[in-house]
């Protein structure tokens, strides 16, 4: 008996096998497959061999039996992460402000491995419960939603995630401002209820902020908006605005970068009447010496 023929099947394409002496097996070098075997039956390329005698009788055999012909492949591409919000820099108001972003393999690859998805808390493990994810395309939408209030100040979150062929992402992170408190607002000019015969205006006051400074002032006159207001590096502001007749109001709120606000509001009059002496009387008049009399005058405003 001698053997006229060895081949494998390989993801689909027959390869021969020749024999060598040295080693008394028959070979071949060829090509891995160029896609991850993950996906397939089992995880691996089912390898099918065949020997073929010179009497034309074949002996097989392939993975279902013979561990040896099942082809693990491994593609090399890294997940990419990318964290959609809160940006790096941004400041928040919200103490449990959610943390989206996304966790995506390539095309054809083995895709991502939830469970080697790590997100970290300024150090720690947030635990699978404070995540949500939602699949897209080769991957998942992720939100890690902190399960308690972050206190106020700088917070960092990290990112790490391997494709089911152990290739790990390149670790991205987040790092981010929370501030839940409104800045602080005094408004040292006008006093409310001022009663003015001047237009012009000063409204003045200093603002300060804890956490995000620095702050930024609108001054609103019967709600109209009065522009830029400079508030200096002491927080100190100050603007000159022009009074309708009547009652007014300023309303003046300061804002800081985390989008917390507070307000006050004045009410100034503008009485720019002068007035005037109609007419006047005196009856009687002449008067008798020591007797009584009555002034009367008219005015208008
Ligand atoms: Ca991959
Ligand atoms: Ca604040």
């Known amino acids: 008996m001698a053997i006229s023929q060895v081949r494998a ?18 070979e071949a070098t060829i090509t891995a497959p160029g896609a991850t075997s993950y996906h397939q039956s089992g995880g691996y390329y089912n390898v099918e061999v065949e020997a073929t005698n010179t009497a034309g009788t074949k002996g097989t055999a392939d993975g279902s039996s013979m ?4 082809l693990v492949v491994r593609e090399r591409v890294a997940p990419v992460i990318t964290i959609l919000s809160p940006s790096s ?10 943390v989206i972003f996304t966790v995506v393999d390539e095309s054809g690859g083995s895709g991502i491995d939830l469970n080697t998805l790590v997100v970290k808390q300024d150090g720690t493990d947030v635990g699978s419960g404070a995540i949500q994810t939602q699949a897209v395309t080769n991957g998942y939408s992720v939100t890690y939603t902190p399960e308690s209030a972050l206190g106020d100040g700088s917070h960092t979150v990290t990112v790490d995630v391997s494709d089911h062929d152990g290739n790990a992402a390149t670790q991205k992170a987040t790092t981010y401002t929370v501030d839940t408190v409104p800045p602080t607002l005094n408004i040292t000019s006008p006093a409310d ?11 003045a006051g200093t603002t ?13 006159l019967n709600g109209v908006d009065q522009g830029n207001v400079t508030v200096g590096s002491d927080g100190s ?11 007014n109001t300023i309303e003046v709120t300061a804002t800081d970068s985390a989008g917390k606000s507070s307000s006050v509001t004045r009410t100034v009059t503008l009485d720019a009447s002068i007035p005037r002496v109609v007419s006047a009387s005196i009856t009687p ?3 008798d010496a020591g007797a009584t009399m009555i002034i009367s005058v008219e005015i208008t405003e």
Not at 9 to 26: D, F, I, R
Not at 67 to 70: A, D, I, N, S, W
């Open 9 to 26: 099947k390989v993801n689909g394409a027959w390869y021969t096998l020749t024999y060598n002496s040295s080693t008394g097996k028959y």
């Open 237 to 247: 502001f100050s603007k000159s605005i022009t009074l309708a007749d009547g009652t």
């Open 89 to 98: 820099g941004a400041y928040v108001s919200n103490s449990q402000q959610p």
């Open 67 to 70: 561990t040896g012909l099942r």
């Open 193 to 203: 209820g001022l009663i003015t015969a001047t237009a012009s205006l000063n409204v």
């Open 208 to 220: 300060n902020d804890a956490t995000s400074s620095p702050v930024t002032v609108t001054i609103k």
């Open 285 to 287: 008049n002449p008067v």
